[in-house]
């Protein structure tokens, strides 16, 4: 036979809406009855129903994660970020997939979230989507990654200084004609400030970005291996290039290896990300700690959502890390061409 609440109950000599509140650890109870309830209920081996549970709070005992994609690398490594918090909160995850923020029809209806969540977390997609102000207008507790919007907790690295960290070690090894693999012609925020990072760069060391020697990516691998053929093909290719993901820059470097020509000796490559290929393709990479990212929302997500006290500040920026590797090596400046 089961053990039921009114057992522990019994056993521990108080009322079933005492151990109701003992269990889930809300406030009014006395500190020694919360203790007797929990040990009682140990010794009977019970185990409160989380359904129940959830009816009683009010609570769904979910959070939505809202995402371009799942099957990219950077994506797939802030949702297990993101779920190593909830399951140890006891928290399921709900995974909305919206596509690509230019060509996609937005993020999911209110009705979709409403009542089915306790919480949100945002990654990556554009703040100045109308959408995303709607979505705020429900009222759940919300959390962003990779974006910052004004009251809501965001974690998110300076994506400008990435990029002039990685654009500058092209221009302490001697480069200057420096080219750049960017996502997209439609900026998103992350990756114009990628761009300007790399133009303050540039413009501290005197030279001047040349717009031929810009090409786009999509951020995927087959989108930088297009992009880094379109920039050879230039009647004065590049011999640097600033990438600005992982994936992208293992594209490019697929495609010069293709043209017979050494990544690193030849055209030196840096790039964003930390992917854990970077070191199998000896690549040079600013890396940012995406799992800390997702954990790092989650936990500020909880903390809304159960009213926790927490000293973080709204807008938490994580630090990234100039990993050098073969991609980028020093070279003979005489040998670089103007």
Same mark, same amino acid.
């Given at each position: 036979?089961?053990?039921?609440?009114?057992?522990?109950?019994?056993?521990?000599?108080?009322?079933?809406?005492?151990?109701?509140?003992?269990?889930?650890?809300?406030?009014?109870?006395?500190?020694?009855?919360?203790?007797?309830?929990?040990?009682?209920?140990?010794?009977?081996?019970?185990?409160?129903?989380?359904? @129940?549970? *959830?009816?009683?709070? !009010? /609570?769904?005992?979910? +959070?939505? #994660?809202? $995402?371009?994609?799942? %099957?990219?690398?950077?994506?797939?490594?802030?949702?297990?970020?993101?779920?190593?918090?909830?399951?140890?909160?006891?928290?399921?995850?709900?995974?909305?997939?919206?596509?690509?923020?230019?060509?996609?029809?937005?993020?999911? @209806?209110? *009705?979709?979230?409403? !009542? /089915?969540?306790?919480? +949100?977390? #945002?990654? $990556?997609?554009?703040? %100045?989507?109308?959408?995303?102000?709607?979505?705020?207008?429900?009222?759940?507790?919300?959390?962003?990654?990779?974006?910052?919007?004004?009251?809501?907790?965001?974690?998110?690295?300076?994506?400008?200084?990435?990029?002039?960290? @990685?654009?500058?070690?092209?221009?302490?090894?001697?480069?200057?004609?420096?080219?750049?693999?960017?996502?997209?012609?439609?900026?998103?925020?992350?990756?114009?400030?990628?761009?300007?990072?790399?133009?303050?760069?540039?413009?501290?060391?005197?030279?001047?970005?040349?717009?031929?020697?810009?090409?786009?990516?999509?951020?995927?691998?087959?989108?930088?291996?297009?992009?880094?053929?379109?920039?050879?093909?230039?009647?004065?290719?590049?011999?640097?290039?600033?990438?600005?993901?992982?994936?992208?820059?293992?594209?490019?470097?697929?495609?010069?290896?293709?043209?017979?020509?050494?990544?690193?000796?030849?055209?030196?490559?840096?790039?964003?990300?930390?992917?854990?290929?970077?070191?199998?393709?000896?690549?040079?990479?600013?890396?940012?700690?995406?799992?800390?990212?997702?954990?790092?929302?989650?936990?500020?997500?909880?903390?809304?959502?159960?009213?926790?006290?927490?000293?973080?500040?709204?807008?938490?920026?994580?630090?990234?890390?100039?990993?050098?590797?073969?991609?980028?090596?020093?070279?003979?400046?005489?040998?670089?061409?103007?």
């Amino acid at each position: 036979m089961s053990i039921t609440i009114r057992d522990v109950a019994q056993a521990a000599g108080v009322s079933t809406a005492t151990v109701s509140r003992a269990l889930r650890g809300l406030p009014h109870v006395d500190p020694e009855t919360r203790e007797r309830v929990r040990r009682v209920a140990a010794e009977l081996d019970y185990v409160v129903s989380p359904s @129940a549970s *959830r009816l009683a709070s !009010g /609570r769904t005992g979910t +959070v939505a #994660v809202i $995402t371009p994609f799942i %099957d990219r690398w950077f994506f797939s490594t802030v949702l297990s970020g993101i779920s190593d918090v909830l399951q140890e909160s006891d928290v399921d995850l709900l995974v909305y997939e919206v596509g690509d923020p230019a060509t996609s029809p937005g993020l999911p @209806a209110e *009705r979709r979230l409403r !009542g /089915r969540v306790d919480g +949100v977390i #945002v990654v $990556t997609l554009p703040t %100045d989507a109308p959408a995303i102000a709607d979505m705020l207008e429900i009222g759940l507790p919300t959390s962003f990654i990779g974006v910052r919007w004004p009251g809501v907790p965001s974690v998110c690295i300076d994506d400008a200084a990435a990029g002039r960290m @990685a654009t500058q070690h092209l221009i302490n090894l001697g480069h200057k004609r420096i080219g750049i693999i960017s996502g997209r012609p439609q900026a998103s925020t992350s990756q114009a400030s990628r761009a300007l990072g790399y133009v303050t760069a540039m413009e501290g060391a005197g030279l001047t970005p040349d717009p031929s020697l810009e090409a786009y990516g999509y951020f995927t691998v087959a989108g930088g291996e297009s992009a880094m053929t379109s920039l050879l093909s230039q009647p004065n290719p590049p011999t640097a290039v600033f990438v600005m993901s992982d994936d992208m820059a293992f594209g490019a470097i697929r495609a010069l290896q293709r043209h017979g020509i050494r990544p690193g000796t030849d055209i030196a490559i840096a790039s964003i990300d930390g992917h854990e290929l970077a070191e199998l393709l000896d690549l040079t990479t600013v890396g940012q700690p995406v799992a800390q990212m997702g954990r790092m929302a989650a936990d500020a997500l909880l903390g809304r959502m159960l009213g926790r006290e927490t000293t973080a500040p709204e807008e938490m920026t994580v630090p990234t890390t100039l990993v050098v590797r073969g991609s980028t090596v020093p070279v003979d400046r005489a040998a670089l061409t103007s």
